[in-house]
């Protein structure tokens, strides 16, 4: 039982520090850290930065060309990433559809696209959810019907995130609609340019455009496209969603938002004092903090678990609840630590090189459109009320 | 970094386990509850064969294991629901002891406490201090070769079944407060004794012209508050431990209840606002667990205040969850959680009182928020 790093750990963290002090660029960090909008070309150039140094998909073993690191080594770097204001990593090619295609895709399939997501020049989406299929994801209707080597498919996708950065999709379409519910299902990569794919941005909450409807009108997808077997795609999904655990509960970047929220509390003034001084104010940053702990914690005890190749089972079921709780806390804090100032709406102070006035700090307008757009954690990658679900069903036995 | 238990540490663990889940069952400890002094020798006894006390003492007093290993015994202890005062003795005092006491001192105790031969309880906690460690009434004069002891003490856990007791005493010659160990049967020394919600013993003392020998000063004169906190820092780490053994039981046997009532035709557990309260009793716990380990893990760091960040953390997080399971559990259970002939109104009323005991959730997470006003980071 040891808390902390050991040697070896800590001279990787040491490595990854280094790294991140030459080759991250302060205007790409500037603008992660200051909350502005990041364009594809922001996302991409540090992926590109990653992929000369070989750590463009940091979970991926060396045999499909990645670091081969150990989980505790993932997990600091992407502690350090957060830390540093790096952009995160494209999740949905590296640490979504990938492992899939890792452990059921073709060679062929593999050889095609595992490097293109390596170097990033293909970005990959996600096309899951469908109007009627949100937690009940197997109901799903988007049809894929079998025309020769070719399916045609015609239905179509909601809260697709970034999908207009997107170069291929992969998608959950049902094959068999006479099958029950899980059994029709195949599991189909598209790519974006097909005829017959359209988008429609959904604007959100704070006013941005992060996802999309799309509709498949007669898209033709080879058959060579399908992973593995026709109609096994709900196996394929349910990979997926294990992989998508990995640095769910976002501990650097909880770490980094509590390190600037204090700052912030030294510094603001509430009737001429610094806001902490206010107990009530300080009190809950403090149960903000604990719960921060409690949660790196239990992480801890998840990659330790998983080094001595133990099933951690129980504890990783605690971390996508308790850490889109913790994100959302922390965003709550941060607009009500500026007080009158959550109230501007400032669209153009998402951009860099808006001037503050009136008062106010570069970053505050972000605040309020973070916190509304946090709202999310706690209902994307399975709700908070299915992980319940699961917790009951299948770690209780409920 | 690393949660892995050692080979030996699992089997401590498992053979604690087992000897009270064959000789602590439920009616057995209802006997000892009931039982003059709520305390059995025997129980002791075979607590002191497996080796329990000598943990975390020095090697030349027969002691082994640290931290890591009082976490384990105390989880044990916890999920046993085991009412002897194993946390006076070896966490409290021991520590106590180990750190502060003279050459002749801790061969005198130690050896024995290590077997499980003298028990030790610490009166500190007075009328007016609540959770506050330095608020000390009770004053040590000093005479030629001896001290002499005036004040009252309040609730001290285990008092009446102690064979010594160390007393703190604001020593008027020192400027501070100082450590005595003072036996039960001490000229002066009287004891209100009487049974906590939980079922222990503690009592109320009064002190009056209770004459000790200089040789029975523990530590320095007047340098006792550091010692205390370490030693309540220590405690804490031991309670949080212990209640994370009993909510992991609680847990346990409120999941089998659900699957085994019925209403409304089917076990209550196939209705999901029961599933998703149960869900959070099993996250708090887990999260519990996890400040557990951060507590045992630093509740010997010699950084005041890194001990005190984690300490106060610790207790605060397992005091939220063991509210929050304790209520739900009864609230689960019905009617069957208001019995006093089922162990769950036992395991919440224990939750409950650890929670009370060297400070509550609001007075942890002040101590946390107070070092956030100087600590900006």
């Not at chain 1, 979504?96 to 895709?105: K, T």
């Amino acid at each position: 039982m040891n808390l902390e790093f050991s040697a070896s750990e800590r001279r990787f963290r040491a490595e990854v520090q280094d790294f991140l002090r030459e080759s991250l660029p302060a205007s790409l960090s500037a603008k992660v850290l200051g909350l502005k909008r990041l364009t594809r070309e922001d996302l991409l150039s540090w992926h590109r930065i990653l992929y000369e140094k070989g750590w463009s998909a940091p979970s991926w073993p060396r045999e499909f060309g990645g670091p081969g690191w150990s989980a505790v080594e993932q997990h600091i770097f992407d502690e350090e990433c957060a830390l540093a204001g790096a952009p995160p990593i494209i999740s949905f090619g590296v640490r979504m559809v990938a492992p899939v295609i890792m452990q059921f895709g073709s060679r062929e399939q593999q050889e095609f696209f595992l490097p293109r997501i390596l170097s990033g020049e293909h970005w990959w989406c996600q096309g899951y959810s469908e109007p009627n299929a949100g937690s009940d994801l197997a109901s799903l209707t988007t049809r894929a019907e079998r025309r020769g080597d070719h399916y045609i498919v015609n239905g179509q996708k909601t809260w697709n995130t970034l999908g207009h950065f997107a170069d291929w999709i992969f998608c959950l379409v049902r094959t068999d609609p006479e099958a029950r519910q899980q059994e029709g299902i195949s599991f189909l990569l598209i790519d974006m340019r097909s005829p017959g794919i359209k988008l429609r941005p959904i604007p959100l909450i704070d006013g941005e455009h992060e996802v999309n409807e799309i509709f498949f009108d007669h898209v033709e997808v080879p058959v060579g496209n399908r992973i593995g077997e026709e109609n096994k795609g709900w196996t394929y999904a349910k990979y997926l969603l294990g992989h998508e655990r990995v640095n769910i509960a976002q501990i650097g970047q909880a770490k980094r938002e509590l390190s600037r929220l204090k700052q912030l509390a030294a510094r603001e003034l509430s009737g001429g004092r610094p806001l902490m001084e206010d107990t009530r104010f300080r009190d809950r940053l403090a149960e903000a903090e604990i719960d921060l702990m409690a949660l790196e914690i239990t992480v801890m005890r998840v990659l330790s678990a998983e080094s001595a190749r133990r099933d951690p089972g129980a504890e990783s079921s605690v971390l996508k609840i308790r850490g889109a709780e913790i994100q959302q806390t922390l965003s709550e804090l941060m607009m009500q630590a500026i007080g009158h100032y959550a109230l501007p709406w400032i669209p153009e102070a998402l951009e860099p090189g808006w001037q503050a006035h009136g008062g106010a700090e570069q970053d505050w307008p972000a605040f309020s459109a973070r916190y509304f757009n946090l709202r999310k954690t706690t209902i994307f990658s399975g709700s908070n009320e299915i992980q319940r679900n699961i917790i009951a069903r299948r770690i209780l036995g409920l | 970094m690393d949660f892995e238990l050692t080979e030996d540490q699992a089997m401590l663990r498992d053979s604690v386990r087992r000897l009270i889940s064959r000789e602590y069952t439920f009616a057995r400890r209802q006997a000892i509850l009931g039982s003059p002094h709520g305390f059995s020798a025997e129980i002791w006894n075979l607590l002191a064969q497996q080796g329990i006390f000598a943990l975390g003492m020095p090697e030349d007093a027969g002691g082994y294991g640290g931290a890591t290993e009082i976490m384990l015994v105390m989880e044990e202890l916890g999920r046993g629901l085991v009412l002897e005062p194993f946390m006076s003795t070896l966490v409290l005092s021991g520590s106590l002891i180990r750190d502060h006491g003279t050459v002749a001192q801790r061969a005198q105790l130690l050896p024995k406490m290590a077997r499980g031969n003298c028990r030790v309880a610490l009166a500190h906690h007075e009328a007016g201090a609540r959770y506050v460690l330095d608020h000390v009434g009770t004053h040590a004069t000093r005479g030629k070769g001896f001290y002499v002891l005036n004040g009252s003490k309040a609730v001290i856990l285990d008092a009446p079944v102690a064979d010594l007791l160390i007393v703190s005493a604001r020593d008027e010659s020192a400027g501070g407060l100082s450590l005595f160990l003072v036996e039960p049967g001490a000229e002066g020394l009287k004891l209100s004794p009487y049974r906590t919600q939980d079922g222990r013993s503690a009592g109320d003392l009064t002190l009056e012209n209770v004459k000790v020998p200089t040789a029975a000063r523990l530590g320095s004169p007047g340098f006792a508050l550091s010692a205390l906190e370490q030693a309540v820092d220590c405690a804490l780490a031991a309670l949080c431990a212990e209640a994370v053994g009993a909510m992991e039981a609680v847990n346990e046997s409120t999941v089998q209840y659900l699957n085994t009532r019925r209403q409304f035709g089917q076990p209550i557990g196939r209705f999901q606002v029961l599933q998703h309260r149960m869900a959070d009793m099993f996250l708090m716990a887990t999260q519990a667990k996890s400040m557990s380990y951060l507590a045992s893990g630093r509740c010997r760091n010699p950084d005041r205040s890194e001990r005190r960040r984690a300490l106060s953390a610790a207790k605060a997080y397992v005091g939220k969850a063991a509210r929050f399971v304790g209520q739900q559990a009864v609230q689960l259970h019905g009617g069957m959680g208001m019995s006093a002939e089922l162990p769950i109104s036992h395991y919440f009323k224990r939750l409950t009182m650890i929670n009370a005991t060297f400070g509550d959730v609001d007075h942890h997470v002040g101590a946390y928020s107070d070092l956030l006003r100087t600590n900006v980071s």
